[in-house]
């Protein structure tokens, strides 16, 4: 019965299409390495890379943080933490309020649903946590020249691009179509609804 969609490169089974994002690890460091470059140029382009610089084009004052400080630790390792947990409750509360039908994946570090969520919510739950607070603290911080609180943006956006890719994987369904995600991170089977 299975046959293959020569258009998609994807499988169709009679309960629905399968949905895999093509995750080349080399390919998301790569973007992890250039995006966060490209971004710590920008931030110290407009604020300065150091006080000589900033006497010369005065911008503004920036709050001064230093790398390999605890709170700059602190920062790499509590920013996916709470972003995991945020998305982990937003598929609890999309869910219908059961933990049965969430479960981990401790090598992608994502939530999965295992039982048939709607396309739309789920598109909400891979972008608000990084994508979205990333975006805003990245504003905040370019705005207020706080270059913690921009390194945390960059980092959740950094963090996010996965699921980013993935939601692009997922553009072309439908918002009443459902999702029950796979074992394997970031695949999933699409169950087409009825209209």
Same mark, same amino acid.
Request: glycine share 8%; hydrophobic share 45%; aromatic share 20%.
């Given at each position: 019965?299975?046959?293959?969609?020569?258009?998609?490169?994807? +499988?169709? @089974?009679?309960? !629905?299409?399968?949905?895999?994002?093509?995750?080349?690890?080399?390919?998301?460091?790569?973007?992890?390495?250039?995006?966060?470059?490209i971004l710590t140029l920008l931030?110290?382009?407009?604020?300065?890379?150091?006080?000589?610089? *900033?006497?010369? +084009?005065?911008?503004?004052?920036?709050? *001064? +943080?230093?790398?390999? %400080?605890?709170? =700059?630790?602190?920062?790499?390792?509590? %920013?996916?933490?709470?972003?995991?947990?945020?998305?982990?409750?937003? &598929? @609890?509360?999309?869910?219908?309020? *059961?933990?049965?039908? $969430? !479960?981990?994946?401790?090598?992608? =570090?994502?939530?999965?649903?295992?039982?048939? $969520?709607?396309?739309? @919510?789920?598109?909400?739950? &891979? &972008?608000?946590? @990084?994508?979205?607070?990333?975006?805003? $603290?990245?504003?905040? !911080?370019?705005?207020?020249?706080?270059?913690?609180?921009?390194?945390? !943006?960059?980092?959740?956006?950094?963090?996010?691009?996965?699921? $980013?890719? +993935?939601? =692009?994987?997922?553009?072309?369904?439908?918002?009443?179509?459902?999702?029950?995600d796979g074992k394997k991170p970031?695949?999933?089977?699409?169950?087409?609804?009825?209209?």
């Amino acid at each position: 019965m299975e046959t293959q969609d020569k258009r998609m490169g994807e +499988y169709i @089974y009679p309960e !629905g299409r399968i949905v895999k994002a093509d995750m080349d690890k080399i390919t998301i460091y790569g973007l992890y390495f250039v995006s966060f470059i490209i971004l710590t140029l920008l931030f110290c382009y407009i604020w300065g890379f150091n006080e000589s610089h *900033n006497s010369h +084009y005065e911008l503004g004052d920036t709050k *001064n +943080y230093e790398v390999w %400080t605890p709170l =700059w630790f602190s920062s790499l390792f509590i %920013t996916p933490i709470v972003c995991f947990f945020i998305q982990f409750i937003l &598929l @609890y509360l999309f869910s219908g309020r *059961n933990i049965h039908c $969430l !479960g981990m994946s401790w090598s992608s =570090w994502r939530v999965l649903v295992r039982k048939k $969520l709607p396309l739309k @919510y789920y598109r909400i739950a &891979l &972008l608000f946590p @990084y994508f979205f607070i990333g975006l805003l $603290l990245i504003i905040h !911080g370019f705005g207020i020249g706080d270059g913690l609180t921009y390194q945390i !943006g960059t980092y959740c956006i950094l963090i996010g691009l996965p699921d $980013l890719d +993935y939601y =692009w994987t997922l553009r072309s369904f439908k918002a009443e179509d459902k999702i029950v995600d796979g074992k394997k991170p970031y695949s999933g089977m699409i169950i087409k609804s009825s209209y």
